[in-house]
């Protein structure tokens, strides 16, 4: 799929059917991850795929809409340690995997974390860890086809302010 159209037509996906990601897929979106620029190259940053079902359900009571990690397919919490701008690396990386998941066909949807300390307890992470963001994915129950309108037929359809109120030239 051409990549602005990946970009304008991704929607979050919340429910999934039962269907497996594949092993080639999932690598794919954990390498996009991976790969995710960092600030110097530090990589701070590590990610946990939750597959034990006890802790899928123990990370499913500390984010804000468990039912989202409970149907998916693939469950990875983005882990940062350290100092700098661990957001905004957090943030490709998560951004990365959702992007590339949704270029396979493969829904996806980032997940707020509703109790830190639970979900730290959870994955076992180090004291200097923190979860930044769960990303649940699985095919959607009601898959979409990105290529039945155009770029422009999608920004249309987008709940975004105008370009004219969001870019600004000076």
């Known amino acids: ?13 919340r429910k ?8 080639d897929a999932e690598r794919r979106i954990l390498e996009a991850g991976r790969l995710a ?3 110097q190259n530090r990589q701070a940053r590590r990610f946990v795929v939750l597959r034990d079902p006890a802790r899928v359900a123990e990370a499913a009571r500390a984010v804000f809409e468990p039912t989202n990690l409970l149907g998916a397919a693939l469950i990875v919490a983005v882990v940062t340690a350290g100092k700098g701008p661990l957001a905004f690396d957090a943030g490709r990386a ?6 590339t998941a949704w270029g396979e066909g493969i ?4 997940n707020g974390i509703a109790d830190a300390a639970r ?3 959870a994955l076992s992470l180090g004291p200097e860890e923190h979860v930044a963001i769960v990303l649940s994915f699985g095919h ?3 898959p979409s086809s990105p290529e039945r309108r155009t770029p422009q037929e999608w920004i249309d359809r987008a709940n975004r302010l105008p370009f004219e109120d969001v870019v600004e030239v000076l």
């Open 107 to 110: 829904g996806g949807s980032p």
């Open 37 to 39: 620029g960092s600030a």
């Open 1 to 13: 799929m051409d990549t602005f159209l990946t970009v304008v037509s991704r929607r979050e996906v």
């Open 94 to 99: 998560a951004q990365n995997m959702l992007l």
């Open 140 to 142: 959607p129950l009601r």
């Open 16 to 23: 999934y059917d039962r269907q497996p990601i594949s092993e």
């Open 119 to 121: 979900i730290e307890r």
